[in-house]
């Protein structure tokens, strides 16, 4: 497969991934106003969407596959290593406000439901998008372009199609999610609310 064309694939998929990296950025200018957990967080996904960025430049001027692949290695181990500690610092926010709340002798309410587990299926979306767009690109091109006229154009064009498919099923899953918690998850539908209100 030709350079040019996984190179497109992956500036495509970098394009899209700008629902995430540009509120990562927002949270990194924040600085003291957030969290240290989701400012680690946010330079996690900064760094993944910036290796993202450099391999496609890395694919339209290098020769051979092996400093793409080398960089994809190094941004997605920096990522992950970021991801891990914002999941360590998160937990250990969450125990010392635990503790804050027990201090005052109150029970904070639950947060929202399965947002967590949310987050975590649209990103193994996204990077199965990305993994299967490696894989399609580093096929041999005449297992890819074995088929002649507008069929071999189109099999070219798959390490940009791929993701593209990937992206559209992340975005209706986070579209899915953020509709069910808006229609069970209302201001003033907490626990006593209603009855609240009516006694005010």
């Known amino acids: 497969m030709s350079h040019i064309v996984a190179a497109l694939g992956t500036a495509a998929l970098t ?3 700008c629902v995430w990296y540009l509120p990562a950025l927002a949270d990194l200018r924040a600085g003291a106003d957030r969290p240290d957990s989701r400012r680690i967080a946010a330079a996690a996904c900064v760094t993944g969407w910036a290796g993202a960025g450099v391999l496609a430049v890395l694919l339209l001027v290098a020769e051979g596959w092996w400093t793409p692949l080398t960089a994809a290695v190094v941004g997605g181990a ?4 970021l991801r891990l500690y914002a999941a360590v610092r998160r937990r250990h926010e969450a125990r010392e406000t635990a503790r804050h ?10 947060a929202g439901p399965g947002r967590a587990r949310v987050a975590v299926a649209v990103a193994v979306m996204v990077g199965c998008g990305a993994a299967a767009a490696v894989s399609v690109a580093a096929l041999p091109p005449h297992a890819v372009l074995g088929a002649a ?3 071999g154009r189109s099999a070219a064009a798959a390490p940009a199609a791929v993701p593209a498919v990937f992206l559209a099923a992340a975005a209706a899953c986070a579209r899915a999610a953020r509709r ?11 626990p006593g609310g209603k009855a609240a209100r009516r006694k005010v």
């Not at 709340?101 to 639950?110: D, E, I, N, S, T």
């Not at 069910?180 to 907490?190: I, K, L, M």
């Open 15 to 17: 394009a899209a991934g």
């Open 78 to 81: 920096a990522t992950t290593v």
């Open 101 to 110: 709340w027990a201090r005052l002798g109150h029970v904070p309410p639950p």
């Open 149 to 151: 006229g507008g069929a």
């Open 180 to 190: 069910t918690t808006s229609t069970t998850v209302r201001p003033g539908d907490s």
